[in-house]
């Protein structure tokens, strides 16, 4: 045994060692004779002696009779009545109930959680859906059936394992035969009973070649799923070296999607955890991770993260096709899924259709790192995601991060007002603003959370100002310039909504401090490239404080 691992060790080194311009056909020998090496470990486990196997009494009906109740939703259960000043909070999520339901169990708890409870996301019975139907047709296969498998991916820390308990419970309810493994222990669920033994065992370990068999398998990191005739169901991280052999079986590929802020603050309304202003700041550093916002330890959580934030090289991510593949390269130093969001938003769930930043925290930490001097990388990383149309990712906050860089930086940017013509078919045109360009002295922008009131803004005139929480309800940025209050929208679509009433409330509050005017400013990649509707350009040309322009950065 110590032989074959050394034999193990050997394959990995030249796995490691291969450089990516190497044949093929080598990698693929290599490839085939670690997994020779893997099969012939397993079968010498198979010889071992079996060890004991344990009766669980009732555990089976515990699960197989437990009924999920929705989780009743309001938005107050946001905010605890301490709290009602975080209004901006309450206005940066979506306010529709998540669909949540809870599962509690009556006298155990549920497999891979340390809770009687088992939050149920509302993805989890299209996901069981899908699995069930493809069980179904693997069933009804000859009896030479070849190896099944679905491989059940996303972002660490989001709930793939919790919800192989909800697939066990629906699965005991059409009475399959289920075996679940989780790192410590083997649990075999039939005919009522449910029986255990160590991970390490061997006499439940033979029902994996049974193919009537539905195996549900916690993945262990850095090792691929079993190799086995059970119709298997594995959750996995999106790293390809973990399963790109697997993949040459029959297998189908179902990705999770990411948990919303609801998901986790119905949550926290029935297995209270955390205070609300608690709550609410893991949510705002970390994303929607229940891993991570619920730990028991989150000094370690923010260590690491604080760790992946700072060897994370941006380049290299879009360089190596992460943002398109939504998997992690071979080569995956410096990358990481707790820093980027991967999720599939499609009905099919059969592929990633986004990749996002964990949060507004650590997108604006990863993009301090590039300082003016690295100013032009970042440029042009903006510049080939917005023109690579098989990016899962678009780059709203480089962009945003990009321009109030520039604009800071004390650069002279040319701005143009929109108009429609009045003859013929009406089209959007552009000619130069009464003030060609705006330009103020070099200096370094000032984050905030949120945008701070206008007599705030006074007090730091020529400064701009911007937010970083990405859902702010009018813009990104601000300054006070030449008497005027400057907003800044940046956008990298093709059109955007803007909120009257909030911007009337900017014009009230500019008056009353004495500021001559507000002005509110596109900043777009392209400015033939984006539309102003009729309805914005005449809300903006009617008697008021407001003035519109329409900003275009040039390099």
């Not at 196997?53 to 699960?63: D, K, R």
């Amino acid at each position: 045994m110590e032989a074959l691992e050394n034999d193990f060790k050997e394959l990995k080194e030249k796995l490691k060692q291969q450089p990516n311009n190497k044949d093929f056909l080598e990698k693929e020998k290599l490839l085939l004779g670690l997994q020779k090496a893997m099969q012939e470990k397993e079968n010498l486990l198979l010889k071992k002696e079996p060890t004991e196997v344990t009766i669980l009494p009732g555990f089976y009906e515990n699960i197989r009779d437990c009924k999920p109740k929705p989780i009743p939703w309001k938005n107050s259960m946001m905010l605890s009545d301490d709290l009602q000043d975080l209004e901006a909070e309450l206005n940066a999520f979506p306010s529709e109930d998540p669909g949540v339901s809870v599962a509690t169990l009556q006298e155990n708890k549920w497999l891979c959680v340390d809770s009687k409870h088992l939050f149920i996301r509302s993805c989890y019975p299209k996901l069981w859906a899908k699995m069930d139907s493809l069980y179904q047709n693997y069933l009804q296969q000859a009896k030479d059936r070849r190896k099944f498998s679905v491989l059940l991916l996303g972002n660490p820390g989001i709930g793939k394992t919790v919800s192989m308990n909800y697939f066990l419970m629906q699965a005991l309810k059409k009475n399959y035969p289920v075996l679940f493994e989780t790192r410590r222990e083997r649990f075999f669920f039939h005919d009522g009973i449910a029986e255990m033994e160590s991970i390490e065992g061997s006499t439940l370990r033979k029902l994996r070649n049974d193919p009537r068999v539905l195996l549900l398998h916690d993945h262990q990191q850095n090792q691929p799923p079993p190799f086995c005739k059970a119709f298997t169901i594995a959750a996995m991280l999106p790293d390809s070296s973990n399963y790109s052999e697997y993949r040459k079986d029959t297998c189908s590929q179902l990705w999770m999607p990411l948990p919303s802020h609801h998901d986790l603050i119905a949550m926290n309304s029935v297995e209270p955890k955390l205070e609300t202003q608690e709550l609410l700041d893991r949510l705002d550093l970390f994303g929607p991770i229940p891993r991570y916002v619920f730990s028991d330890e989150p000094d370690v959580m923010r260590q690491l993260l604080e760790s992946r934030i700072s060897s994370f090289d941006y380049e290299k991510c879009r360089r190596l096709g992460m943002l398109t593949s939504g998997e992690l390269p071979k080569s995956h130093d410096g990358l990481s899924w707790t820093v980027l969001h991967v999720s599939s938003e499609s009905e099919e769930l059969q592929h990633p259709t986004k990749i996002s930043w964990a949060s507004d925290h650590v997108m604006v930490q990863v993009l301090e790192k590039h300082t003016r001097t690295k100013m032009l990388d970042l440029e042009s990383s903006i510049a080939a995601l917005l023109g690579d149309k098989t990016s899962l990712h678009q780059p709203d906050g480089e962009f945003q991060h990009w321009s109030c860089q520039r604009i800071a930086s004390g650069c002279k940017i040319p701005t143009f007002v929109p108009f429609y013509n009045t003859d013929g078919i009406k089209t959007q045109s552009l000619r130069p603003c009464p003030q060609p360009s705006i330009q103020l002295e070099p200096h370094n922008m000032v984050p905030s959370r949120t945008l701070p009131a206008v007599k705030d803004m006074v007090r730091r005139k020529g400064k701009l100002i911007y937010a970083t929480i990405v859902n702010e309800p009018l813009c990104d940025a601000a300054v006070i310039t030449n008497n005027s209050l400057v907003l800044f929208q940046m956008i990298i679509g093709e059109n955007h909504t803007v909120k009257e009433r909030t911007f009337k409330s900017y014009c009230n509050k500019a008056k009353e401090h004495g500021l001559a005017c507000v002005r509110f400013v596109f900043v777009v990649p392209h400015k033939n490239q984006f539309l102003v509707s009729e309805d914005q350009v005449t809300f903006f040309q009617r008697p008021s404080l407001a003035l519109m322009y329409l900003w275009k950065l040039q390099s």
